[in-house]
C-alpha cells in the first residue's frame, strides 16, 4: 500500500531563516505531488504541485519555493521565511494516471517566531 | 477559474441529528467531488466521494449528492456521533482539486 511520509512534524524558526521541509511517498510510481498551507482555523491554500521529476507548477507567488529531485520526492524550500509563513504544511500525492483522489501527509507544523 | 462554495461555515448539532453540509461549483467540466474529514491538529482524510456519472453514493452513515445541472453537491451525516466532530472540506476537481473553506462541525452530546 501507499504512505506518505513528512518531516519534520514540528518547526520553530526565526525570521529571515532558511527553511526546507520533504515530503516522500512509498508503494508508487510517477505520482502527482501538492503542496499546500494551512493557516491557523482556515481552509487549504496550494501551493505548489508537480506531475514529474523537476515539473513544478506554482500557485501562489510567495517567498516559497519546491523542487522534485526524485520521482517520489517533493522538497519546499524558502530562503528566507516571513512572520506570514506560520502555517500547518501539508504534502499530498494522486495517482498520475488511476484517479483525482489525493492523500495527505501528517504534515509539518511550522512556527516563525 | 474554479471556485467552490460551501456552506455553513459552522454546524452544531445533536448527537443522533442528521447534518448536511452544501457546496455549489463554478465550472461545469468538473467531474469528481471529494469530501474530506479533518480532525483537530491533523490531516485531511478522505471520507468519501462522487463522480459525475452518478447522482448519489452512500457508505454507511454517510452519504453524497450531485446535482450537475445546479452545480452544487451535499454531505449528509446521519445519526451523528461525538466522533463526527471535524472540519469538513468539500473539494471540485477539473485539472486539480480546488477545496472549499471548510465547515467545523460540533456534535454535542
Known amino acids: 500500500s501507499q504512505t506518505i511520509h513528512q518531516w519534520p512534524a514540528t518547526l520553530v524558526q526565526p525570521v529571515g531563516s532558511p527553511l526546507s521541509l520533504e515530503c516522500t511517498v512509498e508503494?508508487?510510481?510517477?505520482?502527482?505531488l501538492y503542496w499546500y498551507r494551512q493557516a491557523a482555523g482556515r481552509g487549504l491554500q496550494l501551493l505548489f504541485y508537480?506531475?514529474?521529476?523537476?515539473?513544478i507548477s506554482s500557485e501562489v507567488p510567495q517567498n516559497l519555493s519546491a523542487s522534485r529531485p526524485q520521482d517520489r520526492q517533493f522538497i519546499l524550500s524558502s530562503k528566507k521565511l516571513l512572520l506570514s509563513d506560520s502555517g500547518f504544511y501539508l504534502c499530498?500525492?494522486?495517482?498520475?494516471?488511476?484517479?483525482?483522489?489525493?492523500?495527505f501527509g501528517p504534515g509539518t507544523r511550522l512556527t516563525v517566531t | 477559474g474554479e471556485n467552490v462554495e460551501q456552506h455553513p461555515s459552522t454546524l452544531s448539532v445533536q448527537e443522533g441529528d442528521s447534518a448536511v453540509i452544501k457546496c455549489t461549483y463554478s465550472?461545469?467540466?468538473?467531474?469528481?467531488f471529494p469530501w474530506y474529514k479533518q480532525e483537530l491538529g491533523k490531516r485531511p482524510q478522505l471520507i468519501i466521494d462522487?463522480?459525475?456519472?452518478?447522482g448519489e453514493k452512500k457508505d454507511q452513515r454517510i452519504a453524497v449528492t450531485l446535482n450537475k445541472t445546479a452545480k452544487h453537491f451535499s454531505l449528509h451525516i446521519t445519526e451523528t456521533q461525538p466522533e463526527d466532530s471535524a472540519v469538513y472540506f468539500c473539494a471540485a476537481v477539473y485539472d486539480k482539486l480546488i477545496f472549499g473553506a471548510g465547515t467545523r462541525l460540533a456534535v454535542h452530546p
Open positions: 462522487i463522480r459525475s456519472n452518478v
Open positions: 465550472d461545469s467540466a468538473s467531474n469528481y
Open positions: 499530498a500525492w494522486s495517482p498520475a494516471l488511476a484517479g483525482d483522489e489525493q492523500y
Open positions: 508537480s506531475v514529474g521529476i523537476g515539473q
Open positions: 508503494g508508487t510510481s510517477n505520482p502527482n
